[in-house]
């Protein structure tokens, strides 16, 4: 909740976050499967295996290891908040800022419980649901077809196939069955080139697999990053919405790599983020 505050505080327009569902269905807000990288006693649990009177009880750490960044600034003290519920950051947040909601796992439950509290708040206009799942960001629209959404991992891919064929400008939205409302995509900063070089070379990489890793990172960075592609996207009512850009080299090369053709961008630093664009516009 201190981490949506600030974003508040700092001028930021949306907060995202993602949902998942306690063992006794209640929704909180929780970005991994499991407790384990969160919580101080490394808890192997998944959150849905724990009822809601008993995951609040749970001492989070402070600052946990941040998946995306190079060196870890991980600090093993207790949090002095807890795991919160949906509908308390929508009371809180709701009316102020919009919100980008990630429903990764859950089905039909999820989804259904979801809506309900979307209705409920009166904030179908003010979020954006999906999941990295086709199939679930489908059952969303099912659901509730006047809350947007944004692309699932397969429409993200589809996406970029189709504009590195040629043949994205001469396709209409409505033949683009993934296409969605907003296209959120990781954009290749150092930390997440670092990332993606990690996970292609693995943790003991040898000569070869190490030099297929520099490589193949450095062609899936070149794929990913393509301001046409997000102009183009714009200009077709698609808001781009570019993650995870968290320090100011990166924003200073995002700034320049989009052009200005996205919407926004997603910061995990939304006080550093709104100093530096307060001195970028100056007095």
Same mark, same amino acid.
């Given at each position: ?19 998942? &569902?306690? #063992? %006794?269905? @209640?929704? /909180?807000?929780?970005? $991994?499967?499991?407790?384990?990288? =969160?919580? &101080?006693? #490394? %808890?192997? @649990?998944? /959150?849905?295996?724990? $009822?809601?009177?008993?995951?609040? =009880?749970?001492?989070? #750490? ?222």
């Amino acid at each position: 909740m201190a981490g949506f505050k600030s974003a508040q505080n700092h001028g930021c327009q949306m907060i995202e976050l993602d949902v998942q &569902l306690t #063992r %006794d269905g @209640r929704c /909180v807000v929780f970005h $991994d499967p499991s407790l384990q990288r =969160t919580s &101080l006693a #490394r %808890d192997v @649990r998944n /959150v849905g295996e724990v $009822d809601y009177d008993e995951l609040k =009880t749970i001492h989070l #750490r402070h600052r946990p290891e941040n998946m995306f960044e190079q060196s870890s600034n991980a600090v093993d003290e207790p949090a002095t908040e807890t795991i919160p519920l949906l509908e308390d950051v929508l009371v809180a947040f709701g009316q102020r800022m919009a919100m980008h909601i990630d429903v990764k796992t859950g089905g039909t439950k999820i989804i259904c419980e979801l809506d309900r509290l979307i209705r409920v708040h009166d904030l179908e206009g003010s979020v954006v649901w999906g999941s990295p799942s086709e199939p679930q960001r489908e059952a969303l629209m099912a659901q509730n077809a006047n809350i947007k959404t944004f692309a699932s991992k397969d429409g993200v891919i589809s996406t970029y196939a189709f504009w590195y064929l040629g043949l994205l400008p001469f396709l209409r939205s409505s033949a683009l069955g993934q296409m969605a409302d907003y296209f959120s995509v990781v954009h290749p900063t150092p930390a997440m080139r670092n990332h993606f070089h990690q996970l292609m070379a693995g943790p003991q990489p040898g000569p070869l697999r190490e030099a297929m890793a520099q490589s193949g990172t450095a062609i899936l960075s070149w794929l990913l990053d393509s301001p046409m592609m997000f102009q183009l996207l714009e200009a077709r009512g698609v808001r781009v919405l570019l993650w995870v850009v968290n320090d100011e080299e990166d924003w200073e090369r995002t700034a320049r790599a989009s052009n200005r053709v996205v919407t926004g961008v997603m910061t995990d630093r939304p006080a550093e983020f709104g100093a530096w664009l307060q001195k970028k516009r100056g007095p």
